[in-house]
């Protein structure tokens, strides 16, 4: 079931990180790596999104090595975070700098990683819909453990905004009400850390 009309959210695809511990000499980015369809890792997380969303905010670093032209050539947009070494705070910080609410007319963010490329769509329309239905936050439940991605609601703004460090948003999903969802979905728990997370 698609999400409601109404309950439209903006995509947000966190693909700044440096992925060090894939590689870390730093020549290989994971989320250039090729999977078996024939995307780039990073491309198939924003197909994702994008087959759920009508727009998505996309954040890089500099010198991204060509992440961000391919997420252009899928239709995201795309923004580079100079200080994305400081850690995904400051990083989802800027992304939501970058998708104001009142252009889209979107209820809130589903935030996504750029190097979890195997979440199901039926998982992100669940989401939206919990937003769509009045959660603050939403975070998807696989056997019991909470993964990503996380969908938050315009009454988060300012918090998000505000944050920084390499936390990401767990102080704001630890000090909020958070509405789980149960779903029959591993790719919620799968990201590529390792080189040995590439499927063969």
């Known amino acids: 079931m698609p999400p409601r009309e109404g309950s439209t959210l903006t995509g947000i695809l966190l693909a700044a990180g440096r992925g060090r511990r894939f590689d870390p000499a730093g020549v290989q980015n994971k989320l250039l790596q090729r999977l078996p369809g024939g995307d780039f890792v990073v491309v198939a997380s924003a197909r994702r999104l994008l087959a759920v ?63 979890m490329p195997f979440v199901a769509e039926a998982t992100l329309q669940a989401l939206v819909r919990a937003i769509g239905d009045g959660a603050g936050i939403a975070a998807p439940l696989f056997d019991g453990r909470r993964g990503n991605p996380v969908a938050f609601g ?18 704001l999903l630890a000090s909020s009400p958070v509405t789980t969802i149960a779903v029959p979905d591993p790719g919620i728990l799968r990201d590529i850390d390792t080189q040995g997370d590439l499927p063969a």
């Open 53 to 115: 969303l009508p727009h998505v905010v996309a954040v890089v670093p500099p010198h991204d090595g060509g992440v961000a032209d391919a997420l252009r050539a899928l239709g995201c947009t795309v923004t580079v975070c100079a200080d994305a070494d400081s850690g995904m705070g400051l990083s989802l910080a800027h992304a939501i700098r970058h998708a104001p609410l009142e252009t889209h007319g979107a209820s809130g963010w589903l935030v996504a990683l750029g190097d």
């Open 154 to 171: 315009a009454i988060h703004h300012a918090a998000l905004l505000a944050l920084d460090g390499d936390q990401g948003a767990r102080r």
